[in-house]
């Protein structure tokens, strides 16, 4: 037993009422403390919360990351203090009382949602609503990739998730729950807040659909239950762990439980429920205790749970320490990449420099994923039905299917949400590095998730093509333009847009090292040149930028440019030294973010004092940091058009003499 339960002594049967009302006690005091927060779900939820961690899941608290706990997302993170609230019921070593009064304030670890890596045993980052259960979705299949590999000895746990009205409301929500039911998804277990209540008030406002049917169609095994009922809850998730399919258990719950005056209301629901409802509510549950205090009895109790979770943690390490499988699966849950990938694509890249090979950047990232998916098994693939566009599955691999899991690609279907946030439970349950493609385009609806992948600092890594105008005749519904500025935009985010198959090959060995960070790769449809001159051992892509082509005089203006507009920049830097014998050197920027992350006196070296022009089919907003309040920029200032691509390029002048003009305009 550990020091905290063994300081405790029992004083006389504890019921799992108790329990659940010390949930209820604590989320409503610290609520009120801070005077902000969501006590509602949290004590409508609180039975329901009781019966799954005092009876089933299996976590140890002292251990809080061993592989083959069960994972527990709160999908509903406004509900916060549930999972804070259980946090120090059941001993978490960085959750002691005075996090709990200090709920939602600067520098404490119980954030406003459940936030990665600020507390110990948080899954996931939730809070945006349908981003928890559409993440479980990516974690449920995680597991059983990673069992399907390794053996069920090793692998052989749960995914809980509690989701409220709103994450089922969500739209991310019908893409998680559609490929979870086609690929039966049966470890993955949803308890479905059914409180009818949301922030405006009843549900009816707004909402008719019969949730409990919409998870049917979708091949789950559903069950309705009343979520106060412990018994029933009990009954329902021994049914659910039985079942060869995900499973959805819709509890019928009051929110704000035990609130006589506001129970039942949406007032419970993002605001504190006042001194005199707190008074209420301690008689109407019989709760004597002061504010943040729980009875020893109540404590031991829950500190018990964490024992069971700790002996279940034993016997695997003990199954762990014996099995053939050891040396992989620690290799694989630490994510570590061999030392043959980063071989093989420094070969790849020598290989293509003497062939000067001329492909699309989506060409180039399918060679280069080629070499890197023979070289090592972490890696697994996808696109939101795009594969043949994407160019994102290689030779070897094999499809992940309805109750076939050992396989390496994923269809994630038309859901390029989904896929996102599934690509993020992949990664945070770990054994694998996920990738996954789309349009460029596309990004406005994977942006969630992907923001969620940047805040939690997790490779995922995005192939998006079809980059620009380049993409051609499927016109501007297609053709992105802002949407590289709103990808840089984003913290902790490497956007790549490589010029060539080198660079190409370059940003995947610097998408596969960013371990604690998600990398967007931004390729061409249209085929590009190889415009290195020759081979270096060095990944020139490493630092963001560097100098193409160096003048041999004193440098007169620096064209700088991206992906298929280097080309463009170099054919201007030739017409402007043959026909003006102007000195103009070419920067190739294929990842702003490392650029920025170089010191001064690097980025001066690269960009000289001369003049700038900036060269991207895209929109300007960004580049002005780059070129300067007097620098020029040759792109993009409203939607584009559907036209072969070289006609668009024409069209809208992004060409060698439109970017010569800008030049010589500037130093002439």
């Not at 706990?69 to 259980?86: E, I, K």
């Not at 992105?480 to 840089?488: F, K, T």
């Amino acid at each position: 037993m550990n020091s905290q339960a063994a300081a405790l002594k029992p004083v006389a049967a504890v019921s799992e009422r108790d329990m659940a009302n010390a949930i209820r006690a604590l989320a409503m005091d610290s609520v009120q403390k801070a005077n902000s927060g969501h006590p509602g779900m949290p004590m409508g939820m609180a039975d329901v919360a009781t019966v799954l961690f005092s009876r089933f899941i299996n976590i140890d608290p002292s251990a809080p990351n061993w592989p083959d706990r069960d994972r527990f997302v709160l999908s509903a993170g406004h509900g916060s203090m549930l999972q804070y609230a259980l946090h120090y019921l059941l001993g978490y070593e960085d959750m002691p009382i005075e996090q709990l009064q200090r709920f939602r304030q600067l520098g404490s670890r119980t954030a406003g949602h459940p936030e990665y890596g600020h507390a110990l045993g948080i899954e996931t980052t939730t809070g945006p609503l349908g981003q928890g259960i559409s993440t479980a979705v990516g974690m449920a299949l995680a597991e059983r990739m990673l069992a399907a590999r390794h053996g069920a000895d090793l692998v052989d746990h749960f995914t809980y998730a509690i989701a409220g009205d709103g994450c089922l409301q969500e739209g991310i929500s019908h893409e998680a729950i559609d490929l979870a039911g086609h690929l039966k998804l049966a470890r993955l277990i949803v308890f479905w807040d059914d409180n009818a209540i949301s922030i405006d008030g009843p549900t009816s406002l707004s909402t008719s659909m019969d949730q409990p049917a919409r998870f049917e169609a979708a091949g789950w095994h559903v069950q309705s239950v009343d979520g106060h009922d412990t018994e029933a809850v009990a009954a329902a998730i021994e049914a659910a762990q039985q079942s060869d399919r995900p499973s959805l258990i819709a509890c019928r719950t009051v929110i704000g439980k035990g609130a006589p005056n506001l129970g039942g209301s949406e007032k419970t629901h993002g605001a504190p429920l006042g001194d005199a409802e707190i008074a209420a509510t301690r008689e109407n549950i019989g709760w004597a205790c002061a504010p943040f205090e729980v009875p020893d009895d109540i404590l031991f109790a829950w500190r018990e749970i964490a024992e069971r979770g700790q002996a279940a943690r034993h016997a695997w390490e003990q199954r762990f320490a014996a099995s053939p499988q050891r040396q992989a699966f620690e290799s694989a849950v630490a994510g570590t990449l061999p030392d043959a990938v980063f071989e093989a694509l420094g070969a790849f890249r020598k290989e293509h420099v003497e062939k000067a090979t001329k492909v699309a950047t989506r060409k180039a990232s399918e060679m280069a994923l080629g070499a890197i998916n023979a070289a090592t098994e972490l890696t697994v693939g996808g696109s939101a039905d795009l594969t043949h566009s994407n160019l994102t599955i290689t030779k070897g691999m094999d499809r992940i299917a309805p109750g076939a899991y050992a396989g390496r690609y994923i269809h994630y279907g038309i859901r390029e949400h989904g896929m996102a946030a599934a690509m993020n439970g992949i990664a945070l349950h770990g054994g694998f590095v996920p990738y996954g493609g789309t349009f460029l385009c596309f990004a406005d609806y994977a942006r969630g998730a992907m923001r969620l992948s940047a805040l939690m600092g997790q490779r995922v890594i995005y192939v998006m093509t079809h980059d620009s105008i380049g993409l051609g005749e499927d016109g501007p519904t297609h053709q992105p333009i802002e949407h590289l500025a709103m990808l840089r935009a984003t913290p902790n985010l490497n956007v790549f847009r490589p010029a060539d198959i080198i660079e190409t090959a370059e940003c995947w060995e610097l998408a596969l090292k960013s371990k604690n960070r998600p990398s967007v790769l931004v390729l061409s449809r249209q085929n590009l040149p190889m415009l290195r001159q020759a081979h270096s051992d060095e990944n020139r892509s490493s630092q963001g930028a560097y100098i193409l082509r160096e003048p041999a005089g004193h440098r007169a203006v620096t064209l700088i440019a991206t992906g298929s507009e280097v080309e463009i920049a170099v054919a201007a830097a030739e017409r402007l030294e043959t026909e003006h014998g102007i000195a103009a050197a070419v920067v190739s920027m294929p990842c702003w973010e490392l650029f920025e992350e170089q010191d001064a006196d690097t980025r001066k070296a690269v960009l000289g004092s001369a003049p700038r022009v900036a060269v991207e089919a895209a929109a300007r907003l960004g580049w002005d940091r780059w070129i300067g309040d007097t620098g020029a920029f040759v792109g993009m200032a409203g939607f584009g058009a559907s036209a072969p691509a070289p006609d668009l390029y024409r069209h809208f002048d992004i060409t060698p003499e439109a970017v010569a003009a800008a030049a010589l305009k500037l130093i002439i």
